[in-house]
């Protein structure tokens, strides 16, 4: 083993794999913690998103309107220690950058200050684009997200497919184009026509990103938990399940409670003992009453443990 870490990705890479040949297609997980982080990155994903969507699949809030500025830093902060060769993005949650310019940039700046993120991601277009240049004015570079954004569920009515009609792709195509031009270095496409993705990823100069945008952006997204299958109830058609953790998890966990309630576990393999010499010593000491419990020993074991103090 050469001991040799492999070079953390940057934007500018991730930005230039647009015009990458042969195409490479960028691959973004979501992450919620270190081990999650580790998982994504030795699957070779280039981006982990720190995405609010850990408000309903790790923290249990029915939507991800829910989850705080502070709670993000904590799981972002958690990825980041993980040291991933993936360019991580925090994902900046509701009300974190609605209220001012200036409290987005502040709370841009934690989850790179705070956090070690390289960047962040936010939701929206036109309206956005104020916010996106002061943040871009603070060296923090911003992805983009435009299409189904879950944050705006209620103002949609719900999770619900975005641009299906005419009017309302050429609305998106030009919303993508306003923000590429705003200078941000991707675009998550999400619940939108592949035919409108396909428009969108031909008329903009940075990777579109998709999830549940068909086969034509530059990328694809998927949350993590949905992926591995750690995840209860109904997920969307978009979303394909390479592993069912939830099951395994389970099937394990129960496994363990049968060997607890059986006395199959611990077993010997699993104790800690006392070296021989000192297992004699304190029989001896036990015997002649120096146990101070006035009653005779266990029955030690002879083998010694393996090298643990
Ligand atoms: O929060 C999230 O996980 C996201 C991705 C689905 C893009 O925004």
Redesign the pocket.
Known sequence: MSGRVAPRLTIPEIRASKHRRPRRPLAML?AADAPTARLADEAGADII?V???LAMVALGYET?LSVTMDEMIHHARAVCRARPRAVVIG?MPYLSYHLSVGEAVRNAGRFVAEAGCAGV?IEGGLKRLPVIAAIQDAEIPVMG?VGLT?QSCHVMGGYRFQARTAEAAERLVEEARCLDEAGVFCI?L?GIPAEVARIVTSQVSVPTIG?GAGPDCDGQ?L?MHDVLGLTWGETPRFVRRYADFATDGARALARFVEDVRAGRFPAEAECYELPEDEAARLRERWEAGGGGLGTSPPATRSRRAGGEE
């Open positions: 979501t998103l995405g609010d969507s991800t994902d991601k997200h879950p998550v999400e999830i997204v949350v």
